[in-house]
Nanobody, 125 residues
């Protein structure tokens, strides 16, 4: 089994930056891909971006965050990061880390089998 824990959320002003972390533990060698999703109140959970967990570490981003958000990982394969720049109030949501075993990047929450509990990001005007 794999466990995921998110951290780094908080309150930030519009135009600011924030970095989220996702720490994976357990049988991390089974991970095919990790992704970030977010869910705002009253809205469905949406794909933010993801990364293959083995070389060439291909990344994919939602159109709404491409160019502002960057996903990276540590060399040990235990942590994924989400660097968020130029934040705006539309980015306010609970952000979740998710893992899947097949080695391809899907964008549907239904394709991910393990989830963290989420971390809240609030962007104020």
């Amino acid at each position: 089994q794999v466990q995921l824990v998110e951290s780094g959320g908080g309150l930030v002003e519009a135009g600011g930056s924030l970095t989220l972390s996702c720490t994976a533990s357990g049988r991390t060698f089974n991970i095919g891909a990790l992704a970030w999703f977010r869910q705002a109140p009253g809205k469905e959970r949406e794909f933010v971006g993801g990364i293959l967990w083995s070389p060439p570490y291909m990344r994919s981003y939602a159109d709404s965050v491409r160019g502002r958000f960057t996903i990276s990982r540590d060399t040990a394969g235990k942590k994924m990061y989400l660097q968020m720049n130029t934040l705006n109030p539309d980015d306010t949501a609970a952000y979740y880390c998710a893992a899947r075993w097949p080695r391809n990047l899907e964008k549907s929450a239904a394709d991910f089998g393990v989830w963290g509990h989420g971390t809240q990001v609030t962007v104020s005007l």
